[in-house]
């Protein structure tokens, strides 16, 4: 059971946006891009996904951009790894029930159960969660720290 470079970006890139710009300051993906080395064709599709799930909004023009749909702390992690069509399922059958010769493995039940445990686990950490983490501020502070346009950005995760 592996969770795919798809969730991972997507999770990235959201908390990526929660810090640089959450519900106020639209950011683009370029700057995601950059700062967290994704490639940018890859997160238009992405984040295209997101757009049609109601996770994010986007702004045309001029200072346009990204910025979350609504707080971090509603945006469960489990919500943005559906919206790019992942699941984390550990079961060979992906929960089809057709392991073995069309029936339930002898371990089915097992796998299912740990799947079910890992969707909860997600299901019960918010973006904002992760946003106020200490480790992921020091990683902000970071960033913000080898560019220098980076460092006069607003990281929304670090204001008082």
């Not at 702004?59 to 069509?85: C, F, H, K, M, Q």
């Amino acid at each position: 059971m592996k969770l795919t470079t798809k969730g991972r970006y997507a999770v990235t890139a959201m908390l990526d946006l929660a810090l640089y710009g959450g519900r106020e300051q639209p950011v683009t993906l370029a700057e995601i891009a950059r700062r967290q080395d994704i490639s940018l064709s890859y997160l238009e599709q992405l984040f295209a996904k997101l757009r049609n799930e109601g996770l994010v909004t986007s702004t045309r023009g001029p200072g346009g951009g990204y910025t979350l749909s609504r707080d971090p702390d509603e945006i469960a992690i489990a919500a943005i790894i559906g919206a790019v069509d992942e699941s984390v399922d550990a079961t060979r059958c992906r929960g089809e029930f057709d392991c073995s010769e069309q029936r339930h493995c002898l371990a089915h039940d097992l796998w299912a159960s740990l799947s079910e445990r890992i969707h909860r686990f997600f299901e019960n950490i918010s973006l904002g969660e992760l946003q106020r983490r200490q480790a992921v501020r020091e990683v902000a502070r970071r960033q913000r720290g080898t560019d220098g346009a980076e460092a006069n950005q607003r990281v929304v995760a670090l204001e008082p």
